[in-house]
């Protein structure tokens, strides 16, 4: 399905009726702009010599009347294309329908990345409230092409004899007739007014469950006056915290349920007690043991249940496996056996973690057991102890220019693709660039996309999840029909450069974070599919999305790489072999349990979606299956499980574990090459002639057999995390 990428989830287009709000069962209407100006040109928001954003002449104003100029478009002409459908008998649908629509879409597409970017960019141009309606239109718009039952019959009517179509026609073919199907235009008039009823239920109580979530996190706030509570901490987190970031070494600070809040909190803390609290605070959030008006407990029943309700109209057992329609896994079984031989793997090796870890624990003064709220900080320490890890002395070593001209070079010797920064392009801040791509096989003069790249924290102004993770919005997918090239945005809150010239500083996450979005980046630019249907990550299964993102990741752990990234701050000296080895060891660190803990979360999703008892049994079933410690009775995290109530991940949490599994596998195949720079070169060229080009016009089981000879095999990721 087209992916938009965010950041580590995937926001997929909502094309499917049970993902999406609808137009109304009867009739038709369109959404009219609230406010605007009136802007005649085809694409109004862009140079017309250039094709790309005007950033300086951009307006919220300018924005909306676009996009309401766009969408009544769109709208009226998927109800010509209709009337066109019904009148003709020898209509070509590729020509005559799918061109089209495309012609009306990319402008759209292109009009909604743009305020996307704003939004994440620069909120002070474009504001939350803002944002939704644009994003709304927008949604609700294009997913009508997926909506109409005449373009489903001519879509079936063609279907029927393929045997003169190219592989993209019958992609794009199978994609309408699938998204059809999921939209329940297969189903009769009763049926489907049911139907709609549900999604209208499924659409308010997963609203009603995303505002409550905001409230509760929003109104708590812990005050820590003691500054030995905070003794450790690194000093950016304080900053962040403190109630006067001028005295953040003596306080007080608040500690809030913001998610990277949280995790940095539980994994710096030296007071078991307060780590206690805030961990007990996060699991408890909207749930029965709080207020009765911010409870989401009932929610998590009632959207499971509906779910299954929809999938049980279409024909499925139940909503996971209705899920499997759209990923590379197949089937239910597939993926619970997937999990299983995951879990017999690393269960073992959990224990030996966590009694390793206790006896860590109590050599230096910790008493009785090891707790869920004591494990990120004692984790955290014993790996320093090991490996003498510590985020805030590496960062010195990775200043931001050293990283993107090692990555950058990295990206060439693989897949013979360079990159170049263009100046003078209009940015909506001074500290953005923009970045040409060349494929070097196709020219070295002509880009085949471009990106821009906006790294630093700038306060309120850009939304804020994590220091260390960043996002990549498409703001137009390539398409031929349209002569546009793939044009997105890579944006971060990188610590800036400091006032005395010190350049900006990633901590190793930061870094890994890095490298593993440009791999989503390449995927959308170096596409040489034709249509925007299916180009770059439209169209990819959903478990297969993020292949490119890990095997960048695996990349960074190399030491030619890591010694072509690094560069002391101050004395611009490489790391040295000790620390690239100390590197590379302290990545399989809690590993068992680190890896069960993501298969709890997979499985209890998947039987959520499946299995019907409340979510209470289905936890308890789950825990005792992937956790040496016991379950706590008030543990109640699932009602704030935002990934899979509020952004579409129900049913498909499991996916970027896949996705790992793929990557380490094609990673073990550069690996085969044993350092030979011109046979990694050659599996490079063969990478990026699958993954990196393909798109989503051949499934996902096809591009990976197509790139390795065979089937995935899960030997790769289980040498990989050491788990064997």
């Not at 263009?422 to 085949?448: N, T």
């Not at 789950?622 to 379950?631: D, G, Q």
Request: net charge neutral.
């Amino acid at each position: 399905m087209t992916a938009l990428i965010c950041g580590r989830r995937i926001f997929s287009m909502r094309n499917s009726l049970f993902k999406a709000p609808r137009r109304k069962e009867s009739g038709y209407y369109v959404l009219l702009p609230e406010i605007g100006e009136d802007l005649p040109e085809k694409n109004p928001l862009l140079k017309e010599e250039t094709m790309l954003p005007e950033f300086n002449r951009l307006s919220i104003e300018r924005c909306i009347a676009a996009i309401g100029k766009q969408t009544i478009e769109f709208e009226q002409g998927i109800k010509a294309l209709e009337k066109d459908i019904e009148e003709s008998k020898n209509l070509d649908i590729f020509k005559d329908v799918f061109e089209p629509i495309e012609k009306l879409e990319i402008p759209l597409q292109t009009t909604w990345g743009i305020s996307k970017v704003l939004y994440f960019g620069n909120q002070s141009l474009m504001p939350t409230k803002s944002y939704l309606s644009i994003h709304k239109r927008a949604w609700t718009a294009i997913s009508q092409k997926y909506d109409s039952q005449p373009l489903n019959e001519a879509c079936k009517k063609v279907n029927e004899d393929t045997q003169k179509l190219t592989d993209e026609q019958k992609r794009i073919l199978q994609k309408y007739l699938l998204e059809g199907r999921l939209n329940g235009l297969n189903l009769d008039e009763t049926e489907r007014h049911h139907f709609r009823v549900l999604i209208r239920q499924i659409s308010m109580k997963s609203e009603e469950f995303r505002q409550k979530l905001e409230v509760v996190t929003n109104l708590f706030k812990h005050k820590i006056t003691d500054p030995q509570k905070m003794k450790g901490f690194p000093e950016e987190f304080l900053k962040t915290v403190a109630v006067d970031p001028a005295q953040y070494e003596v306080g007080p600070w608040i500690i809030t349920l913001k998610p990277h809040i949280v995790q940095t909190f539980m994994e710096y803390c030296p007071d078991g007690l307060e780590r206690f609290n805030i961990w007990l605070s996060n699991v408890l959030k909207c749930s029965n043991h709080g207020e009765q008006e911010v409870e989401t407990a009932s929610l998590v029943n009632g959207i499971t249940s509906d779910r299954c309700e929809i999938a049980r109209y279409l024909g499925f057992k139940h909503f996971a496996e209705m899920s499997m329609s759209t990923k590379m896994a197949g089937s239910l079984d597939n993926v619970y056996k997937f999990l299983d031989t995951l879990r017999n793997a690393a269960f073992p090796h959990q224990i030996r973690e966590i009694d390793e870890l206790t006896d860590f624990a109590r050599e230096r003064g910790f008493e009785g057991l090891l707790k869920q709220w004591d494990v990120p900080y004692w984790a955290r320490k014993q790996k320093r102890t090991l490996y003498n890890y510590d985020e805030e002395i590496l960062k010195e070593y990775f200043p931001l220019p050293k990283v993107l001209e090692g990555l950058f070079k990295l990206i060439k010797n693989l897949f013979n693709v360079e990159i170049i920064e263009r100046e003078k392009v209009d940015v909506w801040h001074k500290d953005v660039r923009f970045f040409d791509v060349y494929d070097l096989e196709v020219s070295d003069s002509e880009p085949v996309g471009s990106f821009y790249f906006d790294p630093y924290a700038r306060g309120d102004q850009k939304l804020l999840a994590n220091r260390h993770f960043g996002w990549v919005l498409i703001m137009r997918n390539k398409s031929v029909i349209n002569g546009t090239k793939p044009l997105t945005s890579l944006i971060y809150n990188f610590q800036p450069p400091l006032k005395d010239g010190t350049p900006s500083l990633l901590t190793f996450r930061g870094v890994q974070s890095l490298f593993e979005n440009f791999g989503h980046v390449l995927q959308q630019v170096l596409t040489r599919v034709n249509s925007a249907e299916i180009a770059g990550l439209s169209n990819i299964e959903w478990d297969a999305a993020s292949t490119s993102k890990h095997l960048m990741a695996h990349w960074v752990y190399e030491p030619e790489v890591l010694k072509s990234i690094s560069s002391h701050c101050e004395t611009g000296e490489t790391l040295d072999d000790e620390t690239i080895e100390n590197l590379r060891r302290s990545r399989t660190h809690m590993s068992g349990f680190n890896l069960c803990k993501e298969l709890y979360l997979c499985k209890f999703d998947l039987d959520l979606h499946s299995i019907r008892k409340p979510w209470e049994a289905i936890m308890k079933k789950n825990w005792k299956e992937h956790f040496v410690f016991p379950e706590d009775k008030k543990d109640s995290h699932v009602c704030s499980w935002d990934a899979i109530f509020v952004d579409n991940l129900g049913a498909a949490y499991y996916s970027d574990l896949w996705s790992k599994m793929l990557a380490a596998d094609v990673y073990s195949a550069f690996q085969e090459s044993h350092g030979d720079a011109d046979h990694q070169r050659k599996i490079g060229g063969r990478f990026k002639d699958t993954f990196l080009s393909l798109g989503g016009s051949v499934p996902a089981n096809e591009v990976f057999r197509r790139f390795r000879g065979r089937d995935p095999s899960l030997k790769a990721l289980i040498k990989h995390l050491k788990i064997n």
